[in-house]
């Protein structure tokens, strides 16, 4: 089981989301990512930890990185954050949970709404992905997420 962290401050984000992510690196030990906005629209970084910890890893994009809104993930084996584009305008979103019924969601939003994923090295659905089909099937952001929580069987923390 992965963790996340977000920040939101009044000046520079990036430090808090480091750190907060990195106390959750003891949670998983294949993929992390940091994801910021800002200024300049957003700027993320996803590394795999598998050989490195998560410091190693992403001590050098903490330097580039700037925004004063961010979440950070430590997942099991999906690259996280995604930064979505949708008729909601871009956001990023990061999940940590088990989708008991991913590949009925991830069937239907292909059958009924025209969704399409990116696969996976193991063939599996991203369970991220799948989250922002259903949020994305509403016409406002907050009607997406409830709907994705509705819908999800099993646990989901987005």
Same mark, same amino acid.
Do not use: C, W
């Given at each position: 089981m992965g963790g996340f962290f977000g920040a939101v401050c009044k000046s520079d984000a990036i430090s808090d989301v480091f750190f907060g992510t990195d106390y959750h690196s003891h949670l998983?030990?294949?993929? %992390?990512?940091?994801?910021?906005?800002?200024e300049n629209? !957003?700027?993320? %970084?996803?590394? /795999?930890? $598998?050989?490195?910890? !998560?410091?190693?890893?992403f001590e050098k994009d903490v330097n580039s990185m700037r925004g004063n809104l961010g979440i950070g993930v430590i997942s099991d084996y999906e690259?996280?954050?995604?930064?979505i584009r949708s008729h909601h305008g871009p956001y990023?979103?990061?999940?940590?949970?088990? &989708? /008991? /019924? &991913?590949?009925e969601l991830a069937? $239907?939003?292909?059958?009924?709404?025209? %969704?399409?994923?990116?696969e996976l090295s193991t063939g599996d659905? /991203?369970?991220? $992905?799948?989250?922002?089909?259903?949020?994305?099937?509403?016409?406002? !952001?907050e009607e997406g997420l409830a709907y994705a929580q509705e819908r999800i069987n099993g646990s989901c923390s987005i």
């Open positions: 998983g030990t294949r993929r %992390a990512g940091m994801i910021v906005y800002g629209g !957003f700027n993320r %970084a996803i590394h /795999n930890i $598998e050989s490195s910890p !998560f410091r190693t890893k690259p996280q954050p995604l930064l990023a979103l990061t999940t940590v949970g088990k &989708i /008991n /019924n &991913i590949n069937k $239907e939003a292909i059958r009924d709404h025209h %969704a399409h994923y990116s659905y /991203n369970p991220t $992905e799948v989250v922002a089909s259903l949020i994305n099937t509403k016409p406002s !952001f």
